[in-house]
Structure formats: structure tokens, C-alpha cells
């Protein structure tokens, strides 16, 4: 049983925040680390610097953790990133915001949140490492220190919210993106474009979804953009009345909308499913006729409320991995919704070389059924391309894990030949290690561990970055 790990309340879970950054330049490995890993594997996530009164997990600082592996060695750096918020908090030695931009009482009229906390994702592109959060600007990371660059807004060639979620073409190199409350906060207008794999911005432009909804993720095929507004609600008048600005209102439905990538946001066409929520996407891809996506779906949402203050049904607020199948016939516009796994899970991935594309290789982050702390993610699936578990691997009772990275052997590697990258959290010890699985054989547990003496915080997302 799980309370048998530890007496200490506040280490049954790792969710809060570590307070130091360091460098670890060489790091214990128990087995051997694949030669062909090098590179650096950069993982982000919520670590507030002050406690905040009222601040939702989701607006804590972002705090980068690089492990940078080279010819079977190890080392490890974290820093915060230094936001305009993080630096006036440090200058000021204490929280001055709440919040999704709520000022606490005191806080210096001057200062102001509108740059974010840079905390849910970091990728590289076009010789560019980006810290990611959907509410604002990419934020560029140098490469080896972890320092702060500044916003990139590309030359001012794009404004406002960018997700943490764009999607890179992987025959074209091109990046492609969206943000939401792209009119202002809590308004029901998207943007999305595109960057090209030299950098540049090749487009840019909006449309009014059917109402304000958190976009967390979005979908990506060959010839096809699409975009679920699913009911985690915004609402500016909930705002003024001192209530919650994000809520789960069912009652609004759940839409999708479809368009062509070279088309026009006017020619977006919106289908319909039953009510769900849906935070990250595995994959998705065209067949005759259909579009066909994976995703990690819930009943209902997790972490936020109805607009009553009311919580939702934990037993529905928990993902399970589900397909989606779109009819671009235009038969119906209701789309079908099937779940291939009854197995609680999130984070899901693949490798990349195959975004957009059919895909025979998937992986996601599991909870353990046997455990009584629901939720808690604490093992791999891998699953093929019908959604067939190929393998799991569950760790030890009270010990958690990360979203898994895959990393191809090379560059001319078959699709899953290579490595999953997962940083697991050891409860009885109360620090982390990176784990190493080979990608297609989960099931016998990690080649090589890369030891740490402290944790790292569960965060949000990670990716490897080659090294030149």
C-alpha cells in the first residue's frame, strides 16, 4: 500500500516545487547509456518560485530540467525561466500575482504578468530552442545555459497566444501552430499559422470558434488542420464576479473543426461528438475519405470545476485512449468516438518521424490499476498502430513517471527502433532518475538509469534535441 512508503504526508506526490537550480556535471548510471544518445533531453514544468494564495497548478514558473548525454555519460542542469513575472517576484522576495494575471494585494501597479511563465513545453526549431506556454509568445532558451533570450515573435511577423502544442512537418520542416483567446482573454477567437523549417512565418490568421474553450492541443494531418473546442469554458463575466475564468460547462458540447491546410479558416467546416475533453493528441492521419485521430480522451475534465464551484466526477475525470474517426464525406457532421483501452493514461507520443502520418508505434504514461492513489502515472504502454498493447511496464508501488520521449536510433532507423526518455520520480527516496526503456521492448524495463540526488518536480512535456 502506498501509505506504507512514507509517513510524510507531502511526499505522496511530487507535484510541488523544488527551490534551488544546480549542476550536476557527472551523474551516476546504473547499467550502460546506448552510445548513439547524444544529445540533450529538455523536460519543463510548473515550479512556482512563491507560494501564491488561490494559483491553479497550471500558472507556476517554468522550470527547465536538461540531461545531456554524450558517449555514455550523464549530466544534468535546471534553471528557472526568467520571465518578466519570475524576475519582478525575485526582486521583490515574494509572490505578487495569483494567477492568470490576478495581481495580489501590494503588488506594484507597475509590474504586470502579460510575457507569462513559459512552463508547459520547450522544442527546438529553426535553430531555435522555445520554452512554451499557451497563453503567450515562445520564449527563447540558449542551449546550453538555460538562459532567457527573450520573446520570439518572429520579427513581429505573430502576435498574441501560441500553443505548446505546434507540430512539426516532418517532410517539410514546417512548423505549424495555433493559440486561443487570440482576441484577448477568455474571447472565443483562434489563431494558427505556419513557420518554415528556415524560420520563417509563411502565414498568419484567425477565426471565432463556437465559444471560449482552453485549446490545449490541436490536430495535424497531411492536408488538414484541426481544432477541438471542447467545454473547459472561459468566461470574463465569471471573472468579474470573483469566480473561476476556466470551468467545465458540458452543457456546450463538444466540437471539432476541420480544415484544409492550404484552405481558408471561412471554409471551416465544425463537427460534433459527445461532450468530452481531450488535453494531448497521440497522433492522426487521413485514409479514403476519413481522418482518423488518436487521443487521450476524458468523460469529463480533471483539475478545474463546473462554474458552481462544484467538482467533477473523478471516477469520468480520467483519460483513457480513445479514436476518433472524421467522414469528410459530408454525410454527417458527427464524428465517432471509440475507446481502444480502458487503461487510465496521459502524455502520450510517437515518434515523430511519423506526425501527420500513418503511425505503427505509440506510447503514453499509465496509471497503475493495483495502486489506491488514483491518477497517479506510474508506468508505459506501448501500443501499435490499432491500438493493440504491444507492451507495459509498471513501476514500483508509489514511484511515478514522466511523459516518454521516443528517440530513433538514427536518422535512417525503422519506425520505434530507438528509445523511450522518461524521468521517474522514487518515492521511498524522495529524488528522480532518468530512465532509459528501449522503445520496443518496454516490458523489460530500463537499459540504463541516469541518477540524480534531488527530484524533479512532475511537469508537463519534454523533447531530445540531437546533438550537431
Known amino acids: 500500500m502506498l501509505d506504507k512508503v512514507t509517513t510524510d504526508t507531502a511526499r505522496l506526490n511530487n507535484l510541488g516545487p523544488i527551490p534551488m537550480e544546480c549542476d550536476a556535471p557527472f551523474l551516476k548510471i546504473t547499467g550502460e547509456l546506448p552510445r548513439e544518445l547524444n544529445g540533450t533531453l529538455y523536460r519543463n514544468g510548473p515550479n512556482p518560485q512563491f507560494d501564491a494564495p488561490g494559483a491553479h497548478w497550471f500558472v507556476g514558473d517554468g522550470m527547465l530540467h536538461a540531461f545531456h548525454l554524450e558517449n555514455g555519460r550523464a549530466s544534468y542542469r535546471n534553471r528557472w525561466v526568467r520571465t518578466p513575472k519570475w524576475q519582478a517576484e525575485h526582486d521583490a522576495g515574494r509572490a505578487l500575482f495569483g494567477g492568470f494575471g490576478r495581481k495580489l494585494p501590494g503588488a506594484p501597479a507597475d509590474v504586470t504578468t502579460d510575457g507569462g511563465v513559459a512552463n508547459t513545453n520547450i522544442i527546438s526549431h529553426a535553430g531555435r530552442l522555445l520554452a512554451l506556454e499557451e497563453g503567450h509568445l515562445p520564449t527563447e532558451i540558449e542551449p546550453g545555459t538555460l538562459n532567457r533570450r527573450g520573446y520570439c515573435d518572429y520579427n513581429g511577423a505573430i502576435q498574441g497566444p501560441f500553443t505548446a502544442h505546434p507540430k512539426i512537418d516532418p517532410v517539410s520542416g514546417e512548423l505549424v501552430f495555433f493559440g486561443y483567446n487570440a482576441s484577448g482573454p477568455l474571447t472565443p477567437a483562434l489563431s494558427f499559422g505556419s513557420v518554415s523549417s528556415s524560420g520563417t512565418v509563411t502565414r498568419f490568421d484567425r477565426f471565432e470558434a463556437p465559444y471560449a474553450s482552453m485549446v490545449h492541443d490541436f490536430i495535424v494531418t497531411e492536408n488538414h488542420l484541426l481544432f477541438p473546442i471542447l467545454p473547459i469554458t472561459g468566461s470574463m463575466e465569471r471573472v468579474m464576479r470573483g469566480k473561476a475564468p476556466y470551468a467545465w460547462e458540458p452543457e456546450k458540447g463538444a466540437y471539432v ?42 468523460e469529463e475534465a480533471p483539475l478545474f470545476n463546473h462554474p458552481d464551484g462544484s467538482p467533477t466526477d473523478p471516477q469520468k475525470s480520467r483519460a483513457r485512449y480513445c479514436r476518433w474517426t472524421f467522414d469528410l464525406s459530408g454525410n454527417t457532421d458527427r464524428f465517432s468516438q471509440k475507446y481502444l483501452d480502458d487503461l487510465t493514461g496521459e502524455f502520450p507520443r510517437i515518434d515523430d518521424r511519423r506526425a501527420g502520418l500513418t503511425s505503427n508505434h505509440g506510447w503514453y504514461a499509465c496509471a497503475n490499476p493495483d495502486l489506491p492513489m488514483f491518477g497517479a502515472l506510474s508506468g508505459i504502454v506501448h501500443v501499435n498502430g490499432k491500438g493493440k498493447r504491444l507492451g507495459n511496464y509498471l513501476l514500483p508501488a508509489g514511484d511515478t513517471i514522466s511523459e516518454p520521449v521516443f528517440v530513433e536510433r538514427g536518422a535512417d532507423a525503422e519506425e520505434g527502433d530507438g528509445w523511450l526518455l522518461a524521468v521517474v520520480w522514487r518515492a521511498r527516496e524522495n529524488r528522480s532518475d532518468l530512465s532509459v526503456f528501449n522503445a520496443r521492448d518496454v516490458e523489460s524495463g530500463p537499459v540504463a538509469l541516469v541518477h540524480l540526488g534531488h527530484r524533479v518536480p512532475d511537469g508537463f512535456h519534454g523533447n531530445w534535441v540531437a546533438a550537431r
Open 257 to 298: 473543426g476541420v480544415m484544409k491546410r492550404n484552405g481558408s479558416a471561412k471554409d471551416i467546416v465544425w463537427f460534433r461528438a459527445e461532450t468530452c475533453y481531450v488535453f494531448h493528441i497521440m497522433n492522426a492521419w487521413e485514409e479514403t475519405g476519413r481522418i482518423v485521430a488518436d487521443v487521450m480522451q476524458f
